[in-house]
């Protein structure tokens, strides 16, 4: 009977405490999962992005019932390779997170056990791990959201529209979505890179090419495919910030020459003119994060102003909210690589929307390194509006319809190392 006993209990310890052991690895690997998934989703705000992982930890497994399963020291950020399956910790640029989950007694909330204690097995130590990547696809670098607008992606005079192994994506499924005539071109350049990324210009509806206009590869038409917005999800500013008269920094704000303006709440907008250099900080003022809320009124400037800016995000909001830069003016805007508005240099209010385009023209100095998101306004770039011209590797649109004329010059590139990755990029678990 003491040798049965012994035997009973040891078959008691395999099958309860085994089962029980499993579950809990269970636990720990799909709050390994989630962790990492908000992680890499958080980026590139690595800190966010540490406060995400820890926070659906405890969603998955409180520390009331379960103790801390998540330290800082588990939380990893490094480098996803794609092509050689390997994770690099603190490799850069930082595109991946890995997690690891524990019951154990370092953790002093070890996985108890059952039938084993009868066997001095008081407790076992489980882990779980968990990397997570965001994964570059080829996708669209110039969108047009509007579903049905006739000449949504309008391209005229011998304006130039080149991409960078991404994508023209045009949602209207008009007959004439995409227009262009003149002497024009748009072109989607493949480069020669370790990902073999491409691009495309796809149209749900149809194309109106007239006159010597060039269209390079030749459009994918009458496709009846929308790609959904690539920011819908991102939140706007918080309305609390700008919504009262009492939250006004500034109202209608005007200069000529030299001047260094701060984050803030501007009313009636921003006008700059004469000639001279308009500096834009990053930090300081009333919105320490470089955010410019740009609220019933234009951001304007004229005469030969340049307009410089490091890490800064305007936010237009209001019927008369728009952006236009005329006269010869320099622009080279960098937006935030960390914070809510990373990545974005121009954030259009989907709410209050403009009702006039946005219009923009310069001389090249770098132009707009950022997203450009206006999803319910037009966009216009006239004369000699530039992109990237060759300075950077994330130059974004999005708008509800976008035109270039004149002389327009537009270059996108969709790389946006410093921004953590392309908007069409893939969140994914990978190993």
């Known amino acids: 009977m003491s040798l049965a006993a012994t035997t009973i209990v040891g078959a008691g310890a395999i099958a309860v405490d085994m089962g029980s052991l499993y579950t809990t690895r269970g636990q720990l690997q799909h709050t390994a999962d989630s962790a990492a998934l908000a992680a890499v989703s958080a980026l590139p705000d690595e800190a966010a992005a540490t406060i995400a992982a820890q926070t659906y930890a405890e969603k998955n497994m409180p520390a009331a019932a379960h103790g801390a399963v998540v330290s800082g020291a588990d939380i990893t950020s490094g480098n996803w390779d794609p092509n050689t399956l390997i994770f690099t910790a603190g490799g850069a640029p930082v595109n991946a997170y890995r997690v690891t989950t524990r019951?154990?007694?370092?953790?002093?909330?070890?996985?108890?056990?059952?039938?084993?204690?009868?066997?001095?097995?008081?407790?076992?130590?489980?882990?779980?791990?968990?990397?997570?990547?965001?994964?570059?696809?080829?996708g669209a670098c110039v969108t047009s959201l509007s579903p049905d607008g006739a000449a949504a992606f309008d391209v005229g005079g011998t304006a130039t529209v080149q991409t960078y192994d991404c994508s023209v994506q045009v949602n209207s499924c008009d007959t004439s979505a995409l227009r262009a005539q003149g002497n024009v071109t748009v072109n989607i350049v493949?480069?020669?890179?370790?990902?073999?990324?491409?691009?495309?210009?796809?149209?749900?509806?149809?194309?109106?090419?007239?006159?010597?206009?060039?269209?390079s590869p030749a459009p994918n038409t009458n496709t009846g495919e929308q790609e959904t917005d690539p920011f819908a999800d991102t939140p706007q500013p918080d309305p609390t910030l700008?919504?009262?008269?009492?939250?006004?920094?500034?109202?209608?704000?005007?200069?000529?020459?030299?001047?260094?303006?701060s984050p803030g709440v501007y009313c009636g907008g921003i006008q700059l003119t004469g000639s001279g250099t308009a500096t834009f900080n990053g930090t300081g003022g009333s919105l320490n994060d470089g955010l410019y809320i740009i609220k019933d009124g234009s951001l304007s400037v004229a005469g030969t102003i340049n307009v410089v800016g490091n890490g800064v995000t305007f936010f237009t909001t209001g019927a008369d909210a728009t952006i236009n830069f005329a006269g010869t003016a320099d622009i080279g805007l960098t937006a935030p690589t960390t914070g809510p508005l990373a990545g974005f240099v121009i954030f259009g209010d989907a709410d209050?929307?403009?009702?006039?385009?946005?219009?923009?023209?310069?001389?090249?100095?770098?132009?707009?390194?950022?997203?450009?998101?206006?999803?319910e306004a037009a966009l216009s770039m006239i004369g000699t509006a530039t992109g990237t011209s060759g300075v950077s590797d994330c130059t974004v649109v999005v708008a509800d319809t976008v035109d270039f004329s004149g002389t327009a010059n537009f270059e996108a590139r969709s790389t946006c190392d410093s921004f953590g990755g392309p908007p069409t990029t893939r969140v994914a678990l990978v190993n």
């Open 242 to 261: 700008y919504d009262d008269a009492s939250d006004c920094n500034f109202n209608n704000f005007s200069a000529t020459g030299d001047v260094t303006l």
């Open 103 to 138: 019951r154990a007694q370092s953790n002093n909330n070890a996985a108890p056990t059952f039938f084993a204690r009868a066997l001095g097995f008081n407790s076992r130590d489980v882990s779980a791990a968990a990397t997570a990547a965001k994964l570059s696809e080829p």
């Open 352 to 375: 209050a929307p403009a009702t006039t385009p946005h219009t923009m023209r310069g001389t090249s100095l770098g132009g707009y390194n950022g997203f450009i998101y206006l999803p």
């Open 190 to 215: 493949d480069l020669p890179d370790p990902d073999d990324l491409s691009g495309e210009i796809n149209i749900c509806g149809g194309a109106d090419v007239r006159g010597s206009a060039t269209l």
